[in-house]
């Protein structure tokens, strides 16, 4: 009984770990001291810190083991380098993401659990994706930290599927371009388009052709492979039919369709606090493989094969 008691006690102030590291990066912190020496009382003065908080703070940054000092001088460890903006790996924007709005949002799931609604429009009173895209440096801010975990999660996706039968790809809804940038890595002869919002397309800084549109009213007619990541799960069924219904339109005959997600009957949990989640957010859940072919044979593609991406990701292969 003890036991389980210590693990609730534990479990309530998890987040407590997560939002010091929040205040961390949202302050530069980690950025501050990135390839220099520089001593606390330094660090307070030059970014009017308040001393004896900033003292405990780095005490706990040090217990997990993302900071160590060296006599009065504070270091970054190779974890908390992670957590600086130039970071070829950097993830200041992954852990920027769950705090502020989102966490609100969490913080408000009975809500969701009552209306089945979104916690996130009922206190912000637009839709997610409508209330980042009203703020460029908050789109900015959450498509920089999609895009840290997207070039993670698909470094190896040539590894997973030959892209090279194709003559062009476009990716739908790909933010600034992880997955897509990856496939052309590897597959260089293959034309390969970037599509998305038009203020989102302003925000890529790559090489692939980009285009702007909502893929609720039309996906160009310039590929024979649509690939979308992480997009239908933002979804309800209704508007994800109208998006597959708009990427059927698109593809010549014989046209293959990607769709990258989550598959809650091949994860051990289910997804069920990824689904959580999304219900919070944006009104979409997570789906098994089952859910899914079901919505592509609605919208008239036939189903091909599945195959695993990394751990939680699986890719679905579909032809119209």
Not at 179 to 203: G, M, S
Not at 216 to 226: E, L, M, R, S, V
Request: glycine fraction near 6%; proline fraction near 2%; charged fraction near 20%.
């Amino acid at each position: 009984m003890i036991e389980y008691r210590n693990e609730l006690k534990g479990l309530f102030t998890q987040y407590w770990d997560y939002l010091s590291v929040y205040a961390a990066c949202k302050q530069n912190i980690f950025d501050c001291i990135q390839n220099t020496s520089m001593s606390i009382t330094t660090l307070a003065d030059n970014e009017g810190f308040d001393l004896e908080v900033l003292k405990e703070l780095v005490l706990v940054l040090k217990q997990q083991k993302l900071i160590h000092t060296d006599g009065e001088m504070l270091k970054l460890t190779i974890k908390g380098e992670l957590l600086t903006e130039s970071h070829p790996y950097s993830l200041k924007y992954a852990c920027l993401n769950w705090g502020a709005e989102h966490l609100t949002a969490w913080q408000n799931l009975d809500y969701t659990l009552k209306s089945g609604k979104q916690a996130f429009n009922h206190i912000y009173a637009k839709p997610f994706f409508e209330y980042i895209s009203n703020d460029k440096e908050r789109l900015l801010n959450y498509h920089k930290a999609m895009y840290e975990y997207a070039r993670d999660d698909y470094e190896n996706i040539y590894q997973v599927h030959d892209f090279s039968i194709h003559q062009s790809i476009i990716d739908v809804g790909g933010g600034l371009g992880a997955l897509i940038n990856a496939v052309k890595a590897h597959n260089p002869q293959v034309n390969c388009f970037l599509f998305d919002k038009q203020e989102v397309i302003d925000l890529y800084k790559g090489d692939i052709p980009v285009i702007g549109g909502d893929f609720f009213q039309f996906i160009p007619k310039i590929a024979d492979a649509i690939i979308m990541s992480r997009v239908l799960h933002d979804w309800n069924d209704e508007k994800c039919t109208q998006i597959l219904n708009n990427a059927f339109k698109s593809l010549p005959k014989g046209g293959f369709l990607y769709v990258v997600e989550n598959l809650t009957d091949k994860i051990d949990d289910g997804a069920a606090i990824l689904s959580l989640n999304m219900h919070a957010l944006t009104g979409g859940f997570e789906r098994s493989l089952s859910e899914y072919k079901s919505l592509l044979t609605f919208t008239g593609f036939t189903y091909s094969e599945v195959k695993k991406v990394n751990n939680l990701q699986y890719l679905i292969i579909a032809e119209k």
